[in-house]
């Protein structure tokens, strides 16, 4: 699939997810990740007016280091508030303009649904156990790489995601909320 983004036609090896638990190291965070990342910025536990906020202050930040800025939402809010994509499932990206598109995938259904989606790239989680997701099921470095393997797009591994993990695993795509 082509990648719809005008100024970059790669996908960020690295990227920062943005939390409520990681909110006050943020800043600190950006300026350590090589340049030319990305941030995905969800922060949905804010209300609008302080989460567009919180959104242009770290936006700008990140475009200083050359990093994209992906925004928790659908590519028409993504659009709306200058972000370089959205993010989220594939039911959410389906529609909207043209944008980067980074679609949620835990299995073989949801890389599908990715696909139809025009998914630029796929998040596919949980590879490790998480904090997000206690006691959840993880998918373990064979599977996550089988599954990968089905993927049409880039596919970033998410989910205990550490440099440390992903070199383990020989993965270049990866995200973390913790683990950078």
Same mark, same amino acid.
């Given at each position: 699939? *082509?990648?719809?983004? @005008?100024?970059?036609?790669?996908?960020?090896?690295?990227?920062?997810?943005?939390?409520?638990?990681?909110?006050?190291?943020?800043?600190?965070?950006?300026?350590?990740?090589?340049?030319?990342?990305?941030?995905?910025?969800? #922060?949905?536990?804010?209300?609008?007016?302080?989460?567009?906020?919180?959104?242009?202050?770290?936006?700008?930040?990140?475009?200083?280091?050359? #990093?994209?800025?992906?925004?928790?939402?659908?590519?028409?809010? *993504?659009?709306?508030?200058?972000?370089?994509?959205?993010?989220?499932? =594939?039911?959410?990206?389906?529609?909207?303009?043209?944008?980067?598109?980074?679609?949620? *995938? #835990?299995?073989?259904?949801?890389?599908?649904?990715? #696909?139809?989606?025009?998914?630029?790239?796929?998040?596919?989680?949980?590879?490790? @156990?998480?904090?997000?997701?206690?006691? *959840?099921?993880?998918?373990?470095?064979?599977?996550?790489? &089988?599954?990968?393997?089905?993927? &049409?797009?880039?596919?970033?591994?998410?989910?205990?995601?550490?440099?440390?993990?992903?070199?383990?695993?020989?993965?270049?795509?990866? =995200?973390?909320?913790?683990?950078?």
């Amino acid at each position: 699939m *082509a990648n719809r983004y @005008p100024l970059r036609t790669e996908i960020p090896d690295i990227w920062l997810i943005s939390d409520a638990r990681n909110d006050a190291r943020l800043e600190t965070a950006l300026a350590h990740l090589p340049h030319g990342s990305g941030l995905i910025f969800r #922060h949905t536990h804010l209300d609008e007016r302080r989460r567009r906020a919180r959104f242009a202050k770290l936006a700008r930040i990140a475009r200083m280091r050359g #990093h994209l800025v992906i925004l928790s939402g659908s590519a028409a809010l *993504a659009r709306q508030w200058g972000a370089d994509g959205a993010y989220g499932p =594939a039911g959410l990206l389906a529609r909207g303009p043209a944008c980067l598109r980074l679609v949620t *995938a #835990h299995g073989l259904h949801e890389i599908g649904k990715a #696909h139809r989606a025009r998914a630029d790239a796929l998040l596919l989680s949980p590879v490790f @156990p998480t904090r997000s997701h206690p006691g *959840a099921d993880a998918l373990g470095a064979t599977r996550f790489r &089988l599954l990968a393997s089905r993927a &049409l797009v880039p596919t970033i591994a998410l989910g205990g995601m550490t440099r440390r993990r992903a070199k383990a695993i020989g993965w270049k795509k990866w =995200a973390a909320i913790d683990g950078l």
